[in-house]
């Protein structure tokens, strides 16, 4: 099975630029697209990044997203943070069947 | 504008049959490569996939739940119905449903638009 490791939480400055990694345990990052959403305490999550780095109308280009073969990892980048960037993010992708599997989720603390 | 919003009891005991319903606006599930997913979210916990369906039907299941999940739509309603059987206590959390797809034929897949959520405890 497919697991995608994120690590459980992270902070930084306002306007400082933060990366989130998430890790896939087996097969190739790149074997399948890679989503971000942003889940807000008491909200409902919603999707910041699809298809490895491309945004949802409306997000912000501050927020991007790559892929790295060699280590295995997607990563979630925001820069000139803001306090409402404040939240939990959760990386998404599909095993080798195209199931939809979810990381862990990071939280990201804004200081 | 897209909505979605899930129904469905709040409390059932260990053993029973949870049955949610998506209703949603905006969008029609007869629309080629639309699909409607099953999120769940245990209290303080990850987001977990249950399920999706697609507009011509096409089903998937989480691995792990499989056994204990079905997934139907009613396009006429617009609606999506999740039955998982055999509730537990660890079942208790959030259980989202998500629109999956966007753009102009819906080939952007991702979980676009998301209902509110609604918690389902399971305790006896």
């Known amino acids: 099975n497919v697991m995608l490791t994120q690590a459980h939480s992270v902070s930084e400055s306002p306007g400082k630029t933060v990366t989130i990694s998430c890790t896939r345990s087996?097969?190739?990052?790149?074997?399948?697209?890679v989503q971000w959403y942003q889940q807000r305490p008491g909200s409902s999550p919603t999707a910041v990044i699809y298809?490895?780095?491309?945004?949802p109308s409306g997000v912000p280009d501050r927020f991007s997203a790559s892929i790295d073969s060699s280590s295995n990892s997607a990563s979630l980048t925001i820069s000139g943070l803001e306090t409402e960037d404040e939240a939990d993010y959760y990386c998404?992708?599909?095993?080798?069947?195209?199931?939809?599997?979810f990381g862990g989720g990071t939280k990201l603390t804004v200081l | 504008q897209i909505t979605l919003k899930e129904s469905g009891p709040t409390l059932v005991k260990p053993t029973q049959t949870l049955t949610l319903t998506c209703t949603f606006s905006g969008f029609s599930l007869s629309t080629s490569g639309v699909g409607v997913g099953w999120i769940r979210q245990p209290p303080g916990k990850a987001l977990e996939w249950l399920a999706l369906?697609?507009?011509?039907?096409?089903?998937r299941y989480s691995p792990s739940l499989k056994s204990r999940l079905t997934i139907t739509k009613d396009t006429s309603k617009n609606q999506v119905v999740l039955t998982m059987t055999n509730m537990d206590p660890v079942d208790t959390a959030t259980y989202y449903c998500a629109i999956y797809g966007s753009g102009s034929y819906y080939n952007e897949k991702y979980f676009a638009y998301w209902g509110q959520g609604m918690l389902v405890t399971a305790s006896s």
């Open positions: 298809e490895d780095n491309r945004r």
């Open positions: 087996s097969g190739s990052i790149a074997s399948n697209y």
């Open positions: 369906i697609y507009w011509d039907d096409d089903k």
């Open positions: 998404q992708s599909y095993d080798s069947n195209n199931h939809v599997v």
